[in-house]
């Protein structure tokens, strides 16, 4: 372009520098926490004997950790990287980036606190209460804000493949979390969600299964488009196929939630909605695989000995095979089987240590050395890093896919008398106890290779010299002059607020569809008149119950199959849970579901369990809640929690606040005299009194009435 003016700018590599440096930190901690859950499943003393390190805190610990602080790190440190590079323009505003890396950083380690302290909502991929919420949502909006206002300011004229898939992220990442965290506060670390039941499982699948396409797939899929070309110094193999991948699977993506709730009470219409979008979803995912893969073609001598390209080869595989796997367990046949069991554990994995981990390692390995000017410190730590991790993935998932299908088979057979033939669920749990060890080895290859790479990336930025602003420079960017023989693709690429909208239309159609008439029309969710809301100390029971995580290991949804009914009882119906705030479903049965454990044992029995399971249920892998015993339940803001229920529509009739304390005590107090009556003395004020309360009374509604439109 000679005559052109060009125009001087630089590439802060500093931040990428942070995000890099926390996506490492936050990774090994959060793999971490993994292993020690992974360790608890088969040996229970590594609950450590205190409340705030066992299975049921750790876990959401371990997700959040390992989703918002390892990949999410990885995401901005990738998009910092290469937004500015493809639009040759710096980030619009520095303290704009900053804002983000401190406020994300100061997100984590909200969730490090609270959660191990039992301050949670408790639904999936969400957990952080309504404070946090908004700092989240805060700080998204300024990383948003960022990216808009580098494409403003570009330099070139078309947006390139990566940055559609940083935008529909960006937006739909918004929506999903604004609307499926609101939420009325109690008080400063208590909320209750403004949906109930069915419906707030359906938006909380809407957004879970969706946090894992917009948050961990489509701006990994956006950080593939500009690695991968770049590791193998060659071009995207199909433009065409990469705008077909991205408009096709940004709308399908949003329809797919309800194939997480198959067989449960949500109504038959949205569940095959669910199934036909999440079936559809295989052609766009592979697609995104093929033009991935297609683009390394003519170029495998050089993955055979570039770690980089290893790392990305086996990522986009895992991602395919991921991406298969969930449509595949979608189909109705196939989730009967899978769902609830350690199959689902496995899937997750192949995407979370395959497609994102790896995918983090290779971007995270070409990086470092051009930041710092150098060469790799080690090529063979990196290769060695390779097959270990390679390694790990497999001695995680593969156990699990054996002890789903050993879940599954002994769930369901029965004996010759028609009888269940193990009508005792921990039979189950206690034969797939080497499988759960096989996993934990597994995740220690994982976190060692981790280890590493961060020893091999610190000795390599210790050769070298910090490259902070990187120069650059570039025309302006030129006036368009309309070309009508320009291809119609090329020209929505121009316009980034229009493209923008476009990206927003896509999503929000199907979320519209599936959750506007769910919350709307009534006969969607028959009501039962029978069920009433919580009482006071039945409504502390449950928030124990929340804090502990215990749903993380039972489920309070019986599916209308046989072994399920001869098992548990009668099959859920939706109008049991009107007043579930949140609804308590569940994802995974390492214990039992509870929907009918109401009235099933005396409450001596439960006192027993919590204390010490295995006195109970020898074999048990539930870690004790002795403590239980003797911390007094915190019942201060009862009658904000009545007061909070009645605003969000529950019957509790008008003034109950004020005799809500007076009623829980009269219960406590029944509850307590009836542990006396066998010889355990225990004060009424106690949380294992308000938890007695909550799991007797669970599914005992039901045997009152049959359902009834009304």
């Known amino acids: 372009m000679s005559g052109t003016t060009l125009e001087k700018f630089s590439y802060d590599n500093k931040i990428v520098k942070f995000f890099g440096a926390a996506t490492m930190i936050w990774g090994l901690a959060g793999m971490l926490i993994g292993l020690l859950a992974a360790t608890q499943l088969f040996l229970p003393e590594a609950n450590l004997g205190n409340p705030y390190t066992t299975f049921g805190r750790i876990r959401p610990l371990h997700t959040n950790a390992v989703i918002f602080a390892f990949v999410g790190n990885a995401i901005f440190a990738g998009v910092y990287y290469s937004m500015p590079r493809l639009l040759k323009a710096p980030m619009w505003n520095k303290t704009l980036s900053w804002i983000h890396f401190w406020g994300w950083q100061a997100i984590i380690l909200s969730a490090v606190i609270t959660l191990p302290l039992g301050l949670t909502s408790s639904k999936e991929y969400a957990e952080l209460e309504w404070p946090i919420d908004i700092a989240i949502t805060i700080i998204w909006v300024a990383f948003g804000a960022n990216m808009i206002g580098t494409l403003i300011k570009r330099r070139e004229k078309h947006m390139y493949v990566a940055i559609w898939f940083y935008l529909a992220s960006f937006v739909t990442v918004a929506v999903l979390h604004i609307f499926n965290s609101l939420a009325l506060p109690v008080s400063l670390f208590k909320s ?8 707030d499982a359906l938006v909380q699948w809407w957004y879970g299964h969706n946090a894992v396409a917009f948050f961990l797939t489509t701006p990994f899929l956006g950080l593939m488009y500009y690695f991968l070309p770049k590791a193998a110094n060659r071009p995207i193999f199909s433009y065409k196929l990469s705008i077909v991948h991205f408009w096709s699977l940004i709308f399908l993506y949003i329809w797919a939630g309800p194939h997480h709730l198959l067989y449960t009470a949500l109504p038959e219409w949205a569940q095959v909605l669910g199934v036909a979008f999440s079936i559809m979803l295989l052609a766009p995912s592979w697609g995104g695989m093929v033009n991935g893969l297609l683009t390394l073609r003519g170029a495998w001598d050089k993955v055979r000995v570039d770690p980089v390209l290893k790392f990305m080869v086996v990522a986009v595989t895992a991602y395919g095979m991921a991406t298969f796997e969930g449509p595949l367990l979608s189909i109705k046949s196939v989730n009967a089987i899978a769902h609830y069991t350690d199959w689902i554990i496995a899937h997750v994995h192949i995407g979370g240590l395959g497609w994102n981990g790896f995918l983090t390692f290779s971007m995270l390995y070409w990086l470092w050395p051009r930041m710092w000017r150098t060469t790799l410190y080690s090529t063979k730590l990196a290769n060695t890093h390779f097959w270990l991790g390679t390694l790990g ?23 010759d008398t028609g009888r269940l033939a193990y009508p005792n669920f921990l039979e189950t749990v206690i034969q797939i106890v ?43 960017l030129a006036k368009h002059v309309p070309d009508n023989k320009e291809f119609w693709h090329r020209a929505w690429e121009r316009k980034p607020v229009f493209f923008t909208i476009l990206a927003t239309i896509a999503i929000l159609i199907g979320g519209i569809v599936e959750i506007i008439p769910t919350i709307l029309v009534k006969s969607n969710i028959p009501t039962i008149s029978s069920v009433q809301p919580y009482t006071p100390l039945e409504l502390q029971g449950r928030d124990l119950y929340i804090s502990n995580g215990c749903v993380g290991c039972h489920s309070q949804m019986i599916r209308p199959f046989r072994f399920e009914t001869e098992r548990y009882g009668e099959y859920s119906k939706a109008g049991e849970f009107v007043y579930d705030r949140p609804f308590l479903w569940g994802s995974k049965r390492t214990g039992p579901d509870l929907h009918r454990v109401g009235g099933k044992y005396p409450d001596s029995w439960h006192y027993h369990h919590m204390v010490d399971p295995r006195s109970m249920s020898p074999g048990s892998l539930m870690p004790p809640y002795p403590w239980m015993t003797t911390n007094v339940m915190d019942h201060s803001n009862i009658e904000a929690k009545i007061r909070t229920m009645q605003k969000l ?11 809500a304390i007076e009623d829980l005590q009269s219960q406590a107090q029944m509850i307590a005299n009836n542990l006396k009556e066998s010889g355990i003395e225990v004060l009424p004020d106690t949380e294992i009194i308000a938890l007695i309360a909550y799991l007797q009374r669970l599914g005992t509604d039901i045997k009152k009435a049959a359902p009834e439109n009304e």
């Open 649 to 659: 529509g529950v019957p509790y009739p008008e003034g109950y606040d004020v005799k």
């Open 192 to 199: 209750y969600s403004v949906y109930a039941g069915v419906q």
């Open 434 to 476: 080497p499988m759960y060890m096989l996993r934990a080895f597994g995740g220690l290859l994982y976190l060692s290779g981790a280890i590493m790479m961060v020893y091999n990336l610190v000795k390599t930025a210790a050769a070298g010299s910090f490259l902070e602003e990187e120069e650059d420079e570039a025309p302006a």
């Open 393 to 415: 993935i497999l001695f995680y998932a593969l156990p699990l896919y054996v002890a789903a299908l050993t879940q599954s088979l002994m769930w369901k057979e029965f004996a």
